[in-house]
């Protein structure tokens, strides 16, 4: 999987929008971008993914610039529930094997009440 | 549906000893995977299974093995405990590889002294 590259830790006020980016700039036309969160003693979880177009879901939105090197997770009201590990992945087009995600360190998020 | 269960939660063992960590998942998914993550770091691959009676090996996967006999089940066993598996180790399972997401389990804490 390509490399990919984030904050080290982002700060938020509880009931704002949160913008998490994440920069792939070696990301080949096969790749999808996967994000997903760890809460504190609990594993990994999905949050979403996209190929090229801007995707929403019940938990984030996830932005995907044009040239497809960087992205952003949109989370649109935070809530302290929503602290968390949040990891950028990048992940392949099915085509045999089954490799696993490829974790980087991720953003530690912090969101102050 | 009780999605990735694993079994036990926590476990001490000494040097040497040995144990099977217990990943069973009710979503009928062929792929299922075998991480450990490190305080403060992501997950690394261990081993993964894309059926029944197939697996192999992921990034680090040295002093671990690993069966397949059911789609339910993948356990790991730790033959010889060594310090440096002192870790947390994560079961999760998949429909597929690539833009499939993947389910994980709530980790088994282990340290070995």
Redesign the interface.
Known sequence: DAKTTQPNSMESNEEEPVHLPCNHSTISGTD?I?W?RQLP??????VI?G?TSNVNNRMASLAIAEDRKSSTLILHRATLRDAAVY?CIL?????G??????????THLIIQP | NAG?TQTPKFRILKIGQSMTLQCTQDMNHN?M?W?RQDP??????IY???GAGIT?K??VPNGYNVSRSTTEDFPLRLELAAPSQTSVY?C?S?Y????????????TRLTVT
């Open positions: 999808y996967h997903y003693s609990q594993g990994p979880e999905y993914h190929l990891y992940r392949v087009l099915p085509g094997g089954a490799d696993g995600l490829t974790f980087g360190k991720g | 990735v792929y995977y991480y403060g770091m992501g997950l690394k691959l993964y299974s894309v192999d992921g990034e994560f999760a998949s597929g590889a690539g833009s499939y997401e993947q389910y994980f389990g709530p980790g």
